[in-house]
């Protein structure tokens, strides 16, 4: 396995390309393409690694992602659990602003588009309060074929670039799209069996080996593609998780969730908890329950 390098199924769809995913998971592999892409999530939830970056994904998201940065939506482990045809369901909408699209964007008219798509490198998550606009926006447009997709493609980004305001950056400061091909092999199988395992004692000696490296070797690599220790990196996973299961009401009590997603001390989780989200789980769930009533 590797950084897959996707070839965006072009067709002759022009030079917006389309993409919705009715499945029973979503792709589960780090990968990257030249095309940016907006991606609207209607159906499941999990984990999105963005470059070194993870958060948590849900239906209803939207995210802007960078040309060539790695990624990957790593859906939850019920779904390949229970692989039902219609698990997962999002639409992404590809887009090449580098070649394809360049003369489009260097009309002196396309200025904001312009400096708006030089900030999506690093990818960027729609702030809530315009999802259900712009997700009414993707539905039409991908609905619509040739000048029409384009214009009414081209307006949401005029949109995104004017009206649009506290775009959530998915960066930690730190950018690295050059994966070689054997850094992707390492990269891609640190990550699937970090969230594959996350529940488990992962010591550092059994993730190097997932790398093939000496666990002093591995602590070096590690740190130099993601600028982050492998347990800051492992508890980040496991909080994500713990904030889904915090929101979705999954759990019996706050110690519970801890020893869910891997902590055997529920002081250690909560310490860890909130250096990561800046709150305590009590304190998450009840600003949940608030919005949730508002």
Known sequence: MKVIQFTVPVADEGAVVIQEDILPYFYNYLHRHKEAQVTLIIKGEGTLIAGNYTQPFKAGDIYVIGANQP???KGDARYFENLQEKNIHAIHIFFDHEHALQGLFSLKEMEPVRKFLQLTANSLQLPA???????QDILKISRLSGAERLLAFVGM????????????????GFSRHSY????????????????EHYAENISLGQIASIAHL??????KYFKKHTRKTYLEFLNEIRINVACKNIINGDFDSIAAVAYATGYNNPITFNRVFRKVTGMSPSAYARQYRFEEAG
Do not use: P
Not at 129 to 135: D, N, P, V
Not at 158 to 172: A, E, G, I, P
Not at 187 to 192: A, G, L, R, V, W
Not at 214 to 219: E, N, P
């Open 129 to 135: 309060e315009y999802t259900e606009k712009i997700t």
């Open 180 to 195: 070689s091909e054997s850094e992707g092999l390492r990269m891609n199988d640190i990550y699937q069996y970090t969230l």
């Open 214 to 219: 000496t666990t002093y070797a591995f602590c």
């Open 157 to 172: 980004l005029v949109f995104f670039s004017k009206q649009v305001k506290d775009w959530k950056s998915l960066s930690t």
């Open 71 to 73: 990624h990957m939506f």
